[in-house]
């Protein structure tokens, strides 16, 4: 029996992000501090479609200046165009404030339907990341841009990201 590539293509991205999650999850369990879960609104473009979406988020600050997270932006259905992300990052919080800004970035795959102007070499790019996030007790309000590139064509993708955390 022939497997059709789109369907190894999935299944290798899929077991990718599984492995993301479990790696987070785990050391979440394992240090306690630090893990967090997300979820908000992102605004993708690439300037010539705009679609908000959904994002989820898991990750973990391991240390008070570092974090590591992964996060899924898309429509409920993953056919549609969906981006996965992980990002390593840099927070600073800014003293006597409940205010942490942050930069980092990672590498982004590009799951589901083409996009006009992508092509199928389009599934991995790189983004950076700048932003804020305000903390409520257990609870984050974070807003933040991401720049990124597609390492196969070159186009260039803008994410505003804005949600909630809950810190446990």
Partial sequence: MIVPKTFTCWMVRLLVVGMLL?????QGGARAQGLYLGAGLSGPTDFQEFTPKISLQAG???LPMFGARIAVDSIIQ?????IVSADALYRYSLPLSPVTIYVGGGPEFY???ARPGFTRDDVLGVHATGGAE?????YGLYGELQP?????????IVKLRVG???HF
């Fill in 22 to 26: 479990g790696v987070v999850v785990e």
């Fill in 60 to 62: 973990i600050n391991p």
């Fill in 78 to 82: 993953l056919s549609q165009f969906s």
């Fill in 111 to 113: 799951l589901g339907n």
């Fill in 134 to 138: 305000f903390r409520l007790g257990q």
């Fill in 148 to 156: 990124g590139l597609t390492l196969g064509s070159g186009n260039a």
């Fill in 164 to 166: 909630v955390n809950l």
